[in-house]
């Protein structure tokens, strides 16, 4: 990386090195007429913050990041396979602007490709240079994501009334720390395992993977909190996203819903908890409870939240020298803050 | 194992032998909540056939089976994880007589258990002692079952009619070539990995572990074959099954109702494609069906063709030295044929 770049700089250049060696991985072991499916998620883009993570860990720690690579692109498989699932049970119908896998190549492909593209994460991850570590690490925190991803679903607060094992383990009261120990298991694992990953390849000590593990775990909190913000106040044109779809989704694992709730009372509260347990909605009724909810200003908390979760990020890293890589992961926790998609 | 033991007794002591390890696997990682989930396919039973394989092939290979049971086990979570995704695929209620996981508990936890199972597969190997060639082996194999799969499902003749990728790549002509390049990638793929697998944990040389993907490979055919038969001729209580349902799932790639058209003419043939094509089929047209297929005599032919391959998953062997445990490959070569579940 050159001297003179900037965090978006970084991530072009990240997306630029990493994009061929997925596009190899996905493509090497595929019929052509698979390899359709298989390309069509992650040509769809992304921000490629994951890898960037990952590489700028390893360099930050001491390593070589290309070294890092074959990693990289692994993680950034890792995070278009949950999405590929997550889509699924969510019957998300747009991601980045695009019909999602599911919706484009119909559930037996897209099922087939998220398989797929968990043994080609295994084959990038057999050639990495600390491949049993990085192996272990992947499973330890895939495993810790699949916890997360059923919290998330259980905390829906109605819908999937086909679905008798979620009725009958809904949570119908979630506080902040749950809201917190989900999110870090939901969004946090795969940050969590990308700086980890990137210690690991920069050949690190035990206590500096550890240290990047804290950084990673309390990124994720604060990428999930705005990502929270930006699925209720952000911009369609910017997120690829509907707006507003975690209240369509019921969902009580949204923090700014979470802590909204707890600052409304009487009219508003009943008015709001009834379009979060409704299965239809109409437009006027969801701008309503979003107007209801901004004027709790839970949008600036929310800020605030991120922000500290972002601080705590950076000090995670303390003991590491001062750094271009360093300073651009630090560039990198404002901003997960700050951004609009 | 005992000298005086025979196949019937050699697959329960494996099941005996597996059994702890996959509950403690699936049991360590999750959640109480989730456990109940993830131990429910496993629960059900099933043949242990694959981990069999893998334990006697390391002893015929020289090695103690006790060192393969981490990879034994591995393999019987990775032929229920693809279980549990073929189920969705197919929408198939009931396996091993009782629901299948998404029909008991919801799609959701399905998929999120068929991710965790992968994620403990891995934990698995990891523990293994050749695990980077056993990880290797596993994500190879997986891949070609994808691919199987995926050309299970163009062979079908009708159906899926939301999914236009399946609609547009449909095979409309299916050969015996054809059905054996995907029954080799669908179904051997697992006891080619399950066979290779053992003969690593032993220590054999490649030549060896090559042998053994050979006979893996052959004795996947011959138990697809009669994996066919048993599904249009089985009894449901034996196999747990409905009878037909290939008939039911429009199934070109079931190799009784390819050489059963080949000898169909005239009104018999028309009458066999168009419920083959049917969307819903009564159970006295199924009845007709299946009465044409056996007057074709395809029963006695796949026998005899689920043998020949049969024979030549043990000539595989030749090399190896007389013992009791190729014995008792050579006895579940021979057991894949005549079964009757």
Known sequence: MKEDEGLPEVLEEVARSVEPVIYDALSENASPEFQEVLLY?????????????????????GGNPEDALNAAAAIELIHNYTLIIDDIIDHGEVRRGMPTLWRKYGLTMA????????????????????????LSIVDRYVMRLVEGERLDVLF????????????????????????????ARKTSSLYEASAMMGAVEAGADENIVEAFRGFGLNLGISFQIVDDLLDLF????????????????????NMLILRGLERMDGESKRFFMSVLRSKQVSQEDLDEALSILARTGVRENAVKEA???????????????????????FELADYVVYRNR
């Open 307 to 329: 922000w500290l979760f972002s601080e705590k990020a950076k000090s995670m890293l303390s003991m590491l020298p001062d750094s271009k890589a360093k300073r651009l992961l």
């Open 156 to 183: 829906e607060q109605v819908g999937r009334e086909d679905d008798p094992y979620v009725v009958e383990h809904r949570r119908m009261s979630v506080g902040f720390d749950d809201y917190v120990d989900m999110v």
């Open 234 to 253: 952000g911009s369609t044109v910017e997120t690829g996203k509907q707006v507003g779809k975690d209240i369509l989704e019921h969902k009580l694992g």
């Open 41 to 61: 998620p992650v040509k769809a883009g992304g921000k490629r913050i994951r890898p960037a993570v990952l590489m700028l860990s390893c360099e930050a720690a």
């Open 111 to 134: 099922l087939l490709a998220a398989v797929q593209y968990r043994e080609v994460v295994s084959e990038l991850l057999l050639k990495s240079r600390n491949s049993s570590r990085l």
